[in-house]
């Protein structure tokens, strides 16, 4: 090291308070010489009055040279504040005790004082006039109520579970056929609401809450975008999510990569199905429901009647009529009547339902005609006379015809090898036609009967059979068998009356009359059938429609006379199983699946936004609430962006001052910075232990550093000077005056 003077400068910027209304810069100069070891000091201060009197300002140059009073003066020192702005209480008060002894051996002549800082509440040291301390990272940190754990993971929780709830309580409705319902034709309205009503209430709460997330993530997100750093204006200061439509926002959030704001407002359109699918959750269906078992008496059991009307063949004759006017007026078949089977009549539970079906195991008496269509062999005897014969199973028949009209028919029972009783012969009917030319047909019938244990279902208002279900043949065991022995044994030995032809005694011109009638009436129901056919009365000639139209008419009519013949009043108990209608509130299978799949997919989708935006926030720490004037004002009152908005009002006259222009925010102050300020590179990154150490460094090497000063007026609690920097690594030039800065 050579020996000549070297001089090292430490100069620091204090004021000078002479009175209330002057603030004095004083700039102290320190000259070394290292040959000497003498250390020289030179001072220049300028100073600007203020106030409504100010008029002007001065400035001045003080030089000290010397030191008369040869007290010794302090060495400056400079120690570099915290990152956060606060400083340690015993460097403060080490600093406070040297600025304090070398006040108090100063010259004042030398018009220089020093000032310190107060300490605030946070133990950082700040001037009165200068920016407030930047806030400790232990303070407070504000978040969206509706984005805190203890708020959305419990929404999630309730998604999921009510999603389960519903498919839960979707098996249990079907199970057990929904729940009763004391709905009535009065009370309908009233209860449409009360089932309705408490799941679009809970829908709504939910699709309110999942709006007030989807609006302050809206909200935060320019903040988000700031405090990652390098922000354009459109994504940042200019973006406002909440002011566009749900059904279009989305397309903007994905188009600024801001994909979480977007997810959730498709979310926020998916909760807009809740409603609709809560309001219909819950239906009111007539619903088939069994009622308790009910003991009725049986009416009715097996056993051949021959009682009056069987003898004067009314019977008979009723019979046939009904079966006439069932074709002919499509009338439906009597009560415990369905054909073939003839069901044993009970007593229906009118006094519990009039609406219903009543189901027992009883007995029925099953007919069949037998009837088959033969071939008809004519043959012409003389103009307009024909002879024409059938046989089949050994039985033949021959009837001859003549035309005294063009249209023919009857019936007949036929001469068989076996020559079985009349009552109980096969019959035939038969069929002539003169035009379009002489046709025949003959259908031969052998009835029979059969017994049967049968499960039956019968409507409770009508008696009309609604169902019939064999389930084995009728024995002596069987339930109702007291009186069946005169049809299984002796004298029917389970034979049926063929209903045409009868074992009469002495019959009189009435009981003659009926048998003709009966005889007359059943193939003209035939007749009448054939004639509303498609095909018609002489098309049934050529497809032998005649079969299956009298298999029709005479099954009626040997239902009909089952009833009548083959049944004795009985008044057995018998148990009744009733079903009938009723209304049941039921829960809807496509609403219940549509619900639970939109309640799972948001469950899914907002614990996704939620970890995610939680992530993408962690370095945001914002300390009051958002979105308020006084909330802009405080975070960028201390940038270069108020002055460039300055008189800017127009919409497009903002988008153009903040074109091209990049914007972070300080994760720690939550203080705005635009490219180009300083400090702006120092928060390029969200804090961290690294990115604070080298900020630290970086504040050592001169690179930056943020000056407070004091404004207070001397007294006896004047404060000492800051910490001033030690000597720097390099010289500096000597001091100039005023004039030449």
Not at 425 to 444: E, K
Not at 447 to 472: A, C, F, K, M
Not at 599 to 604: N, R, V
């Amino acid at each position: 090291m050579d020996n000549s003077p070297q001089a090292t400068e430490s100069h620091y910027q204090q004021p000078y308070l002479s009175d209330s209304n002057v603030t004095t810069v004083s700039r102290v100069e320190e000259h070394v010489d290292e040959a000497s070891g003498k250390t020289t000091f030179s001072e220049y201060a300028t100073g600007a009055r203020r106030g409504s009197d100010q008029s002007g300002a001065s400035s001045g140059f003080h030089s000290i040279q010397t030191n008369p009073m040869s007290i010794p003066v302090p060495r400056l020192s400079y120690h570099p504040a915290e990152h956060n702005g606060v400083s340690s209480n015993a460097s403060l008060a080490a600093n406070e005790k040297s600025d304090s002894n070398a006040q108090g051996v100063a010259s004042e002549n030398n018009h220089v004082q020093f000032a310190t800082y107060r300490e605030d509440r946070l133990g950082a040291t700040r001037s009165l006039d200068g920016p407030p301390s930047p806030i400790s990272r232990d303070s407070k940190t504000w978040i969206p109520l509706p984005l805190q754990p203890y708020f959305w993971i419990p929404l999630i929780a309730f998604l999921v579970a009510a999603a389960i709830s519903l498919e839960v309580a979707l098996h249990f409705s079907n199970k057990r056929q929904g729940w009763a319902s004391a709905e009535t034709d009065k009370t309908s309205l009233a209860l449409h609401y009360a089932y309705t009503l408490p799941p679009v209430i809970v829908a709504a709460a939910v699709v309110a809450l999942w709006a007030w997330t989807d609006i302050e993530i809206k909200k935060i997100q320019p903040y988000v975008d700031l405090v990652h750093g390098d922000s354009p204006p459109h994504r940042s200061l200019l973006l406002d999510y909440t002011r566009d439509n749900n059904f279009f926002v989305w397309t903007r959030a994905a188009s600024n990569r801001h994909y979480l704001v977007a997810l959730a407002s498709l979310m926020v359109i998916l909760t807009l199905s809740f409603q609709p699918l809560a309001a219909a959750l819950l239906i009111v269906k007539d619903t088939w429901t069994q009622l308790p078992d009910v003991t009725m008496k049986n009416l009715a059991a097996i056993g051949l009647n021959q009682n009056l009307q069987f003898n004067d063949l009314t019977s008979f004759l009723t019979g046939a009529g009904y079966a006439g006017a069932s074709i002919l007026y499509d009338l439906p078949a009597p009560p415990f009547i369905s054909v073939p089977y003839t069901v044993a009549p009970f007593e229906l539970p009118v006094t519990l339902t009039n609406n219903g079906t009543a189901f027992a195991n009883t007995t029925a008496l099953k007919s069949s005609t037998g009837c088959q269509s033969v071939p008809v062999q004519m043959t012409q005897l003389s103009a307009g006379a024909w002879s024409n014969t059938a046989s089949s199973n050994g039985c033949s028949i021959t009837w001859n015809v003549v035309n005294n009209t063009q249209i023919l028919f009857g019936v007949d029972t036929p001469s068989c090898i076996d020559s079985p009783p009349p009552q109980f012969s096969p019959v035939v009917f038969w069929f002539f036609s003169y035009v379009p030319s002489a046709m025949a047909s003959a259908t031969f019938c052998s009835p029979s009967l059969s017994l049967w244990d049968v499960n039956v279902g019968v409507d409770v208002s009508t008696g009309n059979v609604t169902q019939v279900s064999e389930i084995r043949p009728f024995t002596q065991s069987s339930n109702f068998s007291a009186f069946s022995g005169n049809v299984t044994g002796a004298p029917l030995n389970g034979r049926a009356y063929n209903g045409i032809m009868f074992n009469l005694t002495n019959p009189d011109q009435f009981v003659l009359a009926r048998q003709n009638a009966t005889q007359l009436q059943l193939p003209a129901s035939i007749y009448q059938a054939a004639l509303k056919s498609p095909q018609g009365y002489f098309g049934s000639f050529d497809n032998n429609a005649f079969t299956t139209l009298s298999d029709q008419v005479y099954s009626i009519y040997l239902a009909l006379v089952a009833k009548e013949v083959y049944f004795l009043p009985d008044d057995e108990p018998i148990n009744l199983q009733v079903k009938t209608f009723r209304k049941r509130v039921w829960l809807s299978a496509s609403a219940v699946h549509l619900l639970t799949t939109a309640l799972l997919l948001l469950a899914f989708f907002a614990t996704i936004i939620h970890l995610f935006h939680r992530e993408d926030r962690r370095h945001l720490r914002l300390k009051h609430e958002p979105g308020t004037i006084a909330s802009a004002v405080s975070i960028g009152a201390q940038t270069g962006v108020g002055n460039i908005l300055a008189g800017r009002h127009a919409q497009q006259d903002l988008k153009e001052a903040l074109q091209d222009r990049k914007f972070r925010i300080d994760p720690v102050d939550m203080r705005l910075f635009m490219e180009g300020e300083e400090g702006y590179e120092t928060v390029s990154l969200p804090p961290s232990p690294m990115s604070r150490r080298k900020s630290v460094l970086e504040i050592l090497q001169g690179r930056r550093m943020s000056q407070r000063f004091s404004k207070n007026s001397s007294g006896p609690n004047t404060p000492t000077s800051p910490r001033s920097p030690t000597t720097p690594k390099t010289p500096k030039s000597p001091p100039q005056s005023p004039n030449n800065l």
